[in-house]
């Protein structure tokens, strides 16, 4: 029996390692970034906005090099090393001084919009390297980012990505099958980046700005991906934060990680232990995750 194996939710076989290794034979000269491009075409590989699915591609082909089954060219670029962080210069484009004051006055000078342009986008990353606690990383995927302003100050910014591979509380409360699961995983998406600014102290904001980007993010993940979503989600440490802003914004907290990194072999723990909180973005979401046929 040929073997197979399930990376970034593709299946690949012999054939598909032949077809990879006859690439890498006769054009591998040209490039990982080129093979990538050659095999998503291939295969048809794209996301659902039609875009190929090249960075995906290439972390396949460096998972399969890291077992052994093909031999990549050496990079022409070098490449970032697992949880590099983006090098940003901070700009003084606003005012940091603090912004204090109770929310009901300010709710309607707060816009939330996404955070698209060269300008806006650059200020996001730059924003959330200097104050998120957990820096910034770049995306290997779908991902939207927004920023919230007040007046011409930016308050707070959000990031969505994808949903994360398995999760035992949340595939619990959903109730899906692993087949199910890998069909209909890109329906849900991961909140991974959540940041106030640390000038700004206004009770409430914070469920404020989340329950503002939850009513437009499945249509603007639809109008960038052509992708709709059902459910999204989210972790949070729990020695740092509470998730109180979760539970005001109508998110339920389903359960808690167990501390351990996929790759950790003798379960120990090697991680903080995480509070899983879910918002459905459809009252139906659980019959588009879990189809009967």
């Not at 598909?16 to 006769?26: C, K, N, V, Y």
């Not at 972390?59 to 962080?85: F, S």
């Not at 595939?171 to 099958?177: E, L």
């Not at 249509?219 to 539970?247: H, M, N, P």
Request: net charge positive.
């Amino acid at each position: 029996m040929s073997q197979e194996w399930i990376i970034r939710r593709r299946r690949i076989g012999e054939e598909d390692l032949g077809l990879i290794r006859g690439l890498i034979s006769t054009e591998g000269h040209r490039g990982r970034t080129h093979l990538s491009e050659r095999l998503c075409q291939i295969w048809d590989w794209r996301q659902a906005n039609g875009r190929l699915r090249e960075i995906v591609c290439r972390d396949l082909l460096r998972q399969l090099e890291a077992k052994g089954l093909v031999q990549l060219p050496p990079p022409h670029h070098r490449t970032r090393q697992i949880g590099y962080q983006n090098k940003i210069t901070r700009r003084d484009l606003f005012s940091r001084a603090p912004l204090e004051g109770p929310m009901a006055p300010m709710g309607q000078e707060i816009e939330v919009r996404l955070a698209q342009g060269a300008e806006e986008a650059g200020l996001f990353k730059e924003l959330i390297a200097t104050y998120h606690y957990l820096g910034y990383q770049q995306a290997t995927g779908a991902q939207v980012k927004y920023l919230a302003w007040y007046r011409d100050r930016p308050v707070a910014g959000l990031s969505f990505g994808p949903a994360a591979f398995r999760v035992a509380a949340r595939d619990q409360f959903i109730g899906w099958s692993n087949r199910q699961r890998q069909a209909r995983l890109p329906w849900v998406v991961n909140n991974d980046r959540f940041l106030i600014m640390p000038w700004v102290v206004v009770p409430h904001l914070a469920s404020f700005v989340l329950s503002r980007c939850l009513r437009r993010l499945a249509s603007d993940w639809q109008q960038v991906y052509r992708q709709d979503l059902a459910l999204a989600e989210t972790f949070i440490e729990k020695d740092r934060f509470t998730g109180c802003c979760y539970a005001a914004a109508n998110w339920r907290c389903v359960g808690e990680s167990s501390g351990r990194g996929r790759n950790d072999r003798f379960h120990q723990a090697a991680l903080p232990i995480k509070t899983i909180w879910l918002y459905p973005l459809r009252r139906d979401f659980r019959r588009i995750l879990c189809p009967s046929s």
